[in-house]
């Protein structure tokens, strides 16, 4: 099965449902514009302000801008974890330094000259597995370190596309809320000319009320989006940035997923690191065989883990085949559930519409128009979570390959 992934229109992000009311001469009239959206494409230079919609033009082109690339570069430099991870490494390779023994500086000759069997296997033991081990822990310090800071990269991403997500869902509410007042007023004018009851404006005010409340807790959702980002990247938690809206546009691909397990089994530093550990239990089972006989204890413990370390490199295959095959068919679902939630918002947007009318004819409640409303504002919210899941889903198949 082949499965591209690209940019599509739906890619971009913030979509709006503009409500326009006008009211007049004793004549209410109400139409919503529901189905001509305002969708803002993701382009380089388009931004949105992290600062819950309360930040003037000229404070957010005072902000720093944060696109995502800048956050995955911040974050390799001054994220915590990967910099403790960075001195480990360096303390693991002093350590090593300070391990070095002169046996290992013995040459053959003199390993051989050894009368005791067990003193020559020692030594050998001392100057090639010794010496291996510590250039093998060297390479795996510096594996150790590459898988974090690919792990610190897919964190970055994560909470990039959170702070986005918890920003556009905010626009959301805000557009929810203008169709609540929007929806208020039409019903205050219509009861001031006699054509619809006071229970009509006390549940609009409810509407309005519960638009206000989702605003407010969509507020505070950027503040934590934003703060979080912040402590991942390793700065001032309090940092406020102009995030530079950017979705996983990539290039399309063609991969089955037999060709994305085999490239993710040839680049994954797992994969190097089990191979090394085998490298080294075989160059001691040689080590013994040369100035020993495998038929000792240390002889046939020495094959038994020749044979672990071959298991475990099947055991990492398995885990790294399985993890990239979970991307690749949650990055076909992501793709999928956006085409299905985009459809559902236009036909939200619709039955919003239609309510509208009804309800400037007498065939509609107030409460319907505000449940239709309730429903559209839903689907807007699912259709961005579908956005934020798909570019998700990208980042951690990318990451499963090993890029």
């Given at each position: 099965?082949?499965?591209p992934y690209?940019s599509?229109?739906?890619?971009?992000?913030?979509?709006?449902a503009?409500l326009?009311t006008?009211i007049?001469?004793?004549?209410?009239?109400?139409?919503?514009?529901?189905?001509?959206?305002?969708e803002?494409t993701?382009?380089t230079?388009?931004t949105?302000a992290?600062?819950t919609?309360?930040?003037?033009?000229?404070?957010a082109?005072a902000?720093?801008?944060?696109?995502l690339?800048?956050?995955?570069?911040?974050?390799?430099q001054?994220?915590?974890?990967?910099?403790?991870?960075r001195?480990?490494a360096?303390?693991?390779?002093?350590?090593?330094?300070?391990?070095?023994?002169?046996?290992?500086?013995?040459?053959?000759?003199m390993?051989?000259?050894?009368?005791?069997?067990?003193d020559?296997?020692?030594?050998?033991?001392a100057?090639?597995?010794?010496?291996?081990?510590?250039?093998?822990?060297?390479k795996l310090?510096a594996?150790?370190?590459k898988?974090?800071e690919s792990?610190i990269r897919?964190?970055?991403?994560?909470?990039y596309?959170n702070?986005i997500f918890?920003?556009?869902d905010?626009?959301?509410?805000q557009?929810s809320?203008?169709r609540?007042e929007?929806?208020?007023?039409?019903?205050k004018?219509?009861f001031?000319?006699?054509?619809?009851?006071?229970?009509?404006?006390?549940?609009?005010?409810?509407?309005?009320?519960g638009a206000?409340?989702?605003l407010?807790?969509a507020?505070?959702?950027?503040?934590?989006?934003?703060m979080?980002l912040n402590?991942?990247?390793?700065v001032?938690?309090?940092k406020?940035?102009?995030?530079?809206s950017?979705?996983?546009q990539v290039?399309?691909?063609?991969l089955?997923?037999?060709?994305a397990?085999a490239?993710a089994?040839?680049k994954?530093?797992?994969m190097?690191?089990?191979q090394e550990?085998?490298?080294?239990?075989e160059?001691?089972?040689?080590?013994i065989e040369?100035?020993?006989?495998l038929?000792?204890?240390?002889g046939?413990?020495?094959?038994?883990?020749?044979?672990?370390?071959?298991?475990?490199?099947e055991?990492?295959?398995?885990?790294?085949?399985?993890?990239?095959?979970?991307?690749?068919?949650?990055?076909?679902?992501a793709?999928?559930?956006?085409?299905?939630?985009?459809?559902?918002?236009?036909?939200?947007?619709?039955?919003?519409?239609?309510t509208?009318?009804?309800?400037?004819?007498?065939?509609a409640?107030?409460?319907?128009v505000?449940?239709?409303?309730?429903?559209?504002?839903d689907?807007?919210?699912?259709?961005?979570?579908a956005i934020?899941?798909?570019?998700?889903?990208?980042?951690?198949?990318?990451?499963?390959?090993?890029?």
């Amino acid at each position: 099965m082949n499965f591209p992934y690209s940019s599509k229109k739906w890619m971009s992000i913030g979509l709006a449902a503009v409500l326009t009311t006008a009211i007049g001469a004793g004549t209410m009239t109400a139409s919503a514009n529901t189905g001509a959206e305002a969708e803002k494409t993701a382009q380089t230079g388009q931004t949105v302000a992290a600062e819950t919609g309360n930040t003037t033009t000229s404070q957010a082109a005072a902000l720093e801008e944060l696109t995502l690339e800048k956050a995955i570069e911040q974050a390799l430099q001054t994220n915590n974890t990967l910099q403790n991870a960075r001195i480990d490494a360096k303390n693991a390779d002093l350590n090593e330094v300070l391990s070095y023994t002169t046996s290992a500086e013995m040459s053959k000759d003199m390993i051989d000259s050894l009368e005791n069997i067990k003193d020559q296997l020692n030594a050998a033991k001392a100057k090639y597995v010794g010496n291996a081990q510590g250039e093998i822990n060297k390479k795996l310090n510096a594996l150790t370190v590459k898988a974090t800071e690919s792990k610190i990269r897919l964190g970055a991403q994560n909470a990039y596309y959170n702070l986005i997500f918890a920003q556009d869902d905010y626009e959301l509410k805000q557009q929810s809320l203008k169709r609540a007042e929007a929806q208020l007023k039409v019903a205050k004018a219509a009861f001031d000319v006699g054509t619809k009851a006071k229970t009509d404006v006390l549940q609009a005010e409810m509407g309005v009320a519960g638009a206000k409340a989702a605003l407010t807790s969509a507020a505070n959702a950027v503040e934590v989006a934003r703060m979080e980002l912040n402590d991942f990247l390793g700065v001032d938690l309090n940092k406020k940035w102009k995030i530079v809206s950017n979705n996983k546009q990539v290039a399309p691909i063609s991969l089955t997923m037999e060709q994305a397990q085999a490239q993710a089994l040839s680049k994954r530093i797992e994969m190097t690191k089990v191979q090394e550990e085998l490298n080294l239990a075989e160059l001691n089972v040689k080590l013994i065989e040369e100035y020993s006989a495998l038929s000792t204890l240390q002889g046939r413990q020495a094959r038994n883990n020749v044979e672990k370390s071959k298991m475990a490199i099947e055991e990492q295959k398995r885990a790294i085949s399985k993890e990239v095959a979970q991307a690749y068919l949650n990055l076909s679902a992501a793709s999928e559930a956006i085409e299905f939630q985009k459809k559902a918002k236009d036909a939200a947007a619709e039955s919003y519409r239609l309510t509208n009318l009804r309800f400037e004819n007498g065939l509609a409640t107030t409460l319907e128009v505000i449940q239709a409303e309730e429903e559209l504002s839903d689907r807007e919210n699912q259709y961005q979570k579908a956005i934020l899941n798909y570019n998700l889903a990208v980042v951690n198949f990318e990451t499963a390959l090993g890029n």
